[in-house]
């Protein structure tokens, strides 16, 4: 077969009146090279605007420091920023619904079958970072009248600053009136209950009531910015957990003595086990160490009852398993924790369940199961998981 031919293959083209052979092939990879710049633009033009309003921000805060704080023309340049506050805002919920659209088409093409338009949904492609992507999307979930609601609030009661915590915590509360609202759903055997949202809000005493949870298995995100996750979690599992009940959480070593000091505000400390990972040693840099195991962190209610014995504190996995999530746990490994700290018939709940590795193992070992997950993507994939 001729180069020509096997172009002309390759794009599918070839017909009368339309370039075919190398040309063809070469217009479809630069259009394809086009479709990847353009959504790259998108993210700068996004950017532009939030840098810009940022520093319009920056200046009109400057103005106001150096004026009588009482006078109008302070009160006007805090206004201003303000203003430039919840356009880089308005900047970033934009950019969110655009990026999830973008990987919702990605993913949609994936499946179809279509891997060459698919490549265009990748985050490193566009050049954006998973905080930034989660950053974006968790403002863009926030509809518009709130946060609009939110700065007339903050401008009409003369406070000085918007804060995106305060703005996502009036989110939340909203969501979680919301939910109550709703019937109470419950898990059966083989059956795992999965719900997309924040633990913190979807997990409410409608879904879960107190003291009805027997274990608490999970692995939450290890890095800095989600070590405040780890107060909230010991709050949730000190009203979920039976009185013999256990959390058991896996962790990285960085961050190890925030992580015992959050889970013990509301938790007594029990142990903590070992769970090895099979394979090459992961480096982590920062501590010059090559690892092969993970603390898994046990902790029961500071009232804790008939608590059943531990006889064996090793707990063995297979490597990791990334298939299905980036931080993905194995099967083998979840399995033998939840074997061995829960029984059949048992509720076990994972309030961060990536990609769905508890859940799946949960319903294989006969446990009732509930679970959520921040990222919608994440709970689609435990669905996909649970139904095959
Ligand atoms: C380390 S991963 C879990 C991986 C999982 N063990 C597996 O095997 O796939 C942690 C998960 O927690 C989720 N997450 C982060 N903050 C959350 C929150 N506030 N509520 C619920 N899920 C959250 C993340 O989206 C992520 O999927």
Redesign the pocket.
């Known amino acids: 077969m001729s180069d020509r031919d096997l172009g002309a293959q390759t794009v599918g083209l070839g017909v009368c009146g339309v370039p075919s052979g190398p040309e063809a092939y070469l217009m479809e990879l630069i259009r394809h090279d086009e479709q990847q710049l353009a959504p790259v633009e998108q993210v700068a033009e996004y950017r532009r605007t939030m840098a810009r309003s940022k520093a319009a921000a920056s200046v009109a805060r400057q103005q106001a420091s150096v004026l009588d704080k009482e006078s109008d023309a302070a009160r006007e340049a805090i206004s201003v920023a303000i203003d430039a506050e919840a356009n880089c805002l308005e900047a970033e919920a934009a950019a969110g619904r655009w990026l999830d659209d973008l990987l919702r088409r990605g993913e949609r093409e994936r499946q179809g079958g279509d891997r060459a338009k698919s490549q265009l949904v990748t985050l490193p492609d566009l050049g954006v970072t998973r905080m930034e992507s989660?950053r974006w999307q968790e403002i863009a979930e926030i509809p518009d009248d709130i946060r609009s609601r939110y700065v007339e609030t903050v401008k009409r009661s003369q406070q000085r600053w918007l804060s995106r915590q305060r703005l996502l915590r009036i989110w939340r509360e909203e969501q979680a009136e919301r939910r109550r609202q709703e019937p109470v759903r419950i898990s059966e055997p083989g059956a795992p209950l999965v719900i997309p949202?924040?633990?913190?809000?979807?997990l409410t005493e409608e879904v879960i009531p107190d003291s009805t949870v027997d274990a608490i298995i999970?692995?939450?995100?290890?890095p800095r910015e989600?070590i405040e996750?780890f107060d909230?979690l010991s709050r949730f599992a000190a009203r979920v957990l039976k009185p013999s009940g256990l959390l058991v959480a896996?962790c990285g070593q960085s961050y190890l003595f925030e992580y015992l000091g959050s889970l013990s505000t509301q938790l007594a400390y029990r142990w903590t086990a070992a769970y090895i990972t099979q394979g090459p040693r992961t480096r982590v840099h920062a501590a010059h160490v090559g690892t092969g195991w993970k603390p898994l962190l046990l902790f029961q209610r500071r009232d804790a009852r008939n608590v059943p014995f531990l006889l064996d504190d090793l707990f063995d996995s297979r490597g990791d398993?990334k298939r299905?999530?980036h931080?993905?746990?194995?099967e083998s490994g979840?399995a033998a924790i939840v074997e061995r700290l829960s029984s059949p018939g048992a509720l076990v709940v994972?309030?961060?369940?990536?990609?769905?590795?508890?859940a799946v193992v949960c319903r294989d070992l006969e446990r009732r199961f509930i679970g959520?997950?921040?990222?919608k993507a994440?709970v689609n994939v435990t669905q996909e998981r649970l139904a095959s």
Do not use: E
Not at 327 to 330: E, N, P, Y
């Open positions: 989660s949202g924040d633990f913190r809000v979807v999970t692995d939450p995100p290890y989600y996750l909230d896996m398993d299905f999530h931080w993905g746990q194995s979840m994972d309030p961060f369940l990536g990609g769905g590795t508890t959520c997950d921040i990222d994440a």
